[in-house]
C-alpha cells in the first residue's frame, strides 16, 4: 500500500490551511512530514508551506522524483523568491547528488530576493555536501553578502581542498567594503599552508597586523602550521613564543611542525615544557611527538611516547598511533617489529600502514615481506604496484617486476608522475622529469649540465642503481640528470639572487640521488635549499642536510 494512502497523512496534505502571509524573504520552518509524498500524489497540493515539509522529507537519493516535482510546483505556482523553498531544495537536490538539477534550478529562479541569512545557510549546506560548483553559482547569484558569506566560501573552498580559489575569492572580498576577520584570516592562512604559498602566507600576516587583527589559538596555531609547512621554521618558532598558550591546539602546531622538519630534539623540548606548564598533550601530541621520533631514528623514545600516552594519559590509540609506530620501527629497518603492530592492532590496518610496511621493504630490499604486504592491499595502486616492481629492481629480479609492469599495463593502471614547482616572484612553476615545456627551457638545461659538471668534480657520483630499468649504466645517468627537483632549483638559481634561499616542493619523496647532489650544490653556491617532499623537509646548507641522511 502505497505510503500517501495513509489516512491521517493524506487529510494533512490535502485539508484547507489558514492563510499564510507571504513575504518574499519568509524562512519557515515546520515539522516536516514523517512520510514522503510519491510525485504522482503530489499533483493536487499547492500550498507552500506543505511542499516545504515534504521537501524538508527527502532526505535519502531516491527521493530526488519527488524533489523534481516540487520543482514544477515551485515554478509554476511563482513561488521563485520563497528562500526556505529554494534552499531546501538545493540542499535536497545536493543530497540526491543530483547538481544538473540545481544548477537548472538556479538558471529557472532569481536569487534577487534572498536574505543574507538563508544564504549563508544554503551555501554552508552546499559546501558540507560536497556542492562547491553549486555553491558559488549561489555566491555569484547573491545581490548583497556580508563578512558571514565570504566566511563560508571562502572557508568551504579550502574544506574541499581548492586553495588557489579560496585565495582569489579572498582577493576578491579585499576589493569590496566588507573586512575580513579572524574567521577569514583562518581560513586563507590555512589555503597559503596547504599550497606551500610563502609568500602569500605572509601577505596574509602583514595584512592582519596591518588590520589589528587580535590573535587568538586559532589564528596563532594557523601561523605556526603555514609558517612551518612553507618551510620557515624559525619564524613559526617566533609566533610560537609571542603567542599565548593556553589552548593544547598551538602546543600541537609546533610539535607537528617540528616534526615535519625531522627536529626531534626540540620536539621533545616543546613536549616537555608542556608537561612543566600543566597542559595535558591529546591524541594529536602524541601523533606529532612520535613522528618527530620516526623522523629521526629515534626508535626507544617513540616507544617510549606510545606508552606513557597508554598507561599514563590514558589516551586510546587509534589507527593514527599505530600508523607512527609502524613508521619509527620501519624506518629504522626493524620490519619485524613493525609488522609485530600491525598484528597486534585492535583494529583493521588501513592501506596507508600497508604501503608504509611496503615501502620499508623496498627500502630495505626485503622481498618476502613486500609480496605478503601487497597481497594484504585489497585495492592496489599504481604507487603499490611500482614499490613491488622497484624492490624487485633493487636484487635485479628483473623477470618478476616485468611481470608486475604488465600486470599494471593490463589493468591500465598508470604511474603516479613525480612534479616539482618552485615559488618565484608571485608565480608557481611547475616541472616532471625531462620536462622541455618551460619557455627557458634552453637556459635551464645549460645552467643544470654546467651544475652537473660541477658537481662532479667536487665528488657527486650519480647513483644508476636508483633507474629501476633493464638498460645501460650510461642510460640511467642521463635520467637521474633530469629529474624534476632539479629541474626547478635550476630555475631558481637562474631567477634569483646570488645567496638567496631557494624553496622547492614536490609531491613524492625525494630520491637518494637528489638528496646527494642538493647536497653538494648548496656548498657549491653557498645557498640554502630547501625542499619539502611528501614525507618532510630537506633543508639543505653548507653541504649537508637537516635530515641527516636520515629520512
Known amino acids: 500500500m502505497n505510503s500517501f494512502n495513509n489516512g491521517n497523512l493524506r487529510r494533512r496534505l490535502l485539508s484547507p490551511v489558514p492563510p499564510f502571509r507571504r513575504r ?136 574541499s581542498g581548492f586553495f588557489l580559489e579560496a585565495i582569489g575569492t579572498f582577493k576578491e572580498m579585499l576589493g569590496t567594503k566588507i573586512e575580513p576577520d579572524g574567521f577569514t584570516f583562518a581560513s586563507v592562512i590555512t589555503a597559503c599552508s596547504r599550497l606551500g604559498a610563502l609568500n602569500r602566507g605572509k601577505f596574509v600576516h602583514d595584512l592582519m597586523i596591518e588590520k589589528k587583527i587580535e590573535l587568538n589559538f586559532i589564528l596563532s596555531s594557523a601561523l605556526v602550521d603555514m609558517y612551518s609547512r612553507c618551510g620557515r621554521i624559525e619564524t613559526a618558532k617566533s609566533v610560537f613564543n609571542a603567542a599565548k598558550k593556553h589552548d593544547i591546539s598551538i602546543w600541537n602546531a609546533m610539535i607537528n611542525g617540528l616534526a615535519m622538519h625531522g627536529l626531534a630534539v626540540d620536539a621533545i623540548s616543546i613536549f616537555s615544557t608542556m608537561q612543566n606548564e600543566n597542559i595535558s598533550p591529546d591524541a594529536v601530541t602524541f601523533i606529532g611527538i612520535i613522528t618527530a621520533c620516526s623522523h629521526c631514528g629515534f626508535v626507544e ?96 629480479k628483473w623477470g618478476n617486476a616485468e611481470t608486475l609492469r604488465h600486470t599494471m599495463n593490463k589493468k591500465g593502471v598508470r604511474k603516479s608522475i613525480g612534479k616539482s614547482w618552485v615559488e618565484l616572484h608571485g608565480g608557481v612553476h611547475h616541472f616532471k622529469a625531462g620536462d622541455r615545456s618551460h619557455p627557458e627551457t634552453e637556459a635551464i638545461y645549460g645552467l643544470l649540465e654546467n651544475l652537473i659538471r660541477r658537481s662532479r668534480m667536487d665528488g657527486y657520483a650519480p647513483a644508476p642503481e636508483l633507474v629501476l630499468m633493464d638498460i645501460s649504466e650510461e642510460e640511467k645517468e642521463e635520467n637521474l640528470n633530469y629529474h624534476s627537483e632539479k629541474l626547478a632549483l635550476a630555475l631558481g638559481i637562474l631567477k634569483s639572487s646570488p645567496g638567496t634561499e631557494i624553496a622547492i616542493s614536490k609531491n613524492l619523496r625525494t630520491c637518494l640521488d637528489c638528496h646527494g647532489w642538493m647536497k653538494i650544490v648548496s656548498r657549491l653556491l653557498h645557498r640554502v635549499i630547501t625542499v619539502r617532499d611528501r614525507i618532510r623537509f630537506h633543508r639543505f646548507e653548507k653541504g649537508s642536510c637537516s635530515c641527516g641522511d636520515y629520512w
Open 24 to 159: 518574499h524573504t519568509a524562512v519557515y520552518t515546520p515539522k516536516p512530514h514523517p512520510i514522503v509524498a510519491s510525485p504522482q500524489n503530489i499533483y493536487p497540493i499547492t500550498d507552500d508551506r506543505v511542499l516545504f515539509a515534504i521537501l524538508e522529507s527527502c532526505k535519502q537519493p531516491h527521493h530526488f522524483r519527488t524533489a523534481v516535482s516540487v520543482h514544477c510546483k515551485i515554478i509554476k505556482h511563482g513561488y521563485e523568491t520563497y528562500s526556505s523553498l529554494l534552499s531546501t531544495l538545493l540542499k535536497v537536490y545536493a543530497v540526491c547528488k543530483k547538481p544538473k538539477l540545481a544548477h537548472q534550478l538556479l538558471d529557472d529562479v532569481s536569487l534577487f530576493n534572498l536574505d543574507v541569512v538563508p544564504a549563508n545557510l544554503l551555501i554552508d549546506s552546499l559546501m558540507k555536501a560536497g556542492e562547491t560548483d553549486i555553491a558559488k553559482k549561489v555566491f555569484s547569484a547573491l545581490p548583497a553578502r556580508d563578512v558571514v558569506t565570504w566566511n563560508s566560501i571562502i572557508g568551504g573552498c579550502v574544506k
Open 301 to 396: 623514545k617513540g616507544r617510549e611516547y606510545f606508552n606513557l600516552m597508554k598507561n599514563n594519559y590514558l589516551v586510546q590509540p587509534q589507527l593514527a598511533h599505530y600508523g607512527a609506530m609502524v613508521d619509527l620501527f620501519a624506518r629504522a629497518g626493524l620490519l619485524e617489529e613493525a609488522y609485530a603492530v600491525v598484528k597486534e592492532m585492535p583494529m583493521e590496518p588501513d592501506v596507508v600502514i600497508w604501503r608504509t610496511l611496503l615501502s620499508a621493504c623496498r627500502t630495505h630490499r626485503n622481498s618476502q615481506l613486500g609480496e605478503f604486504v601487497i597481497d594484504k592491499i585489497k585495492n592496489l595502486g599504481s604507487g603499490d604496484y611500482v614499490l613491488m616492481s622497484n624492490i624487485y629492481c633493487n636484487i635485479n
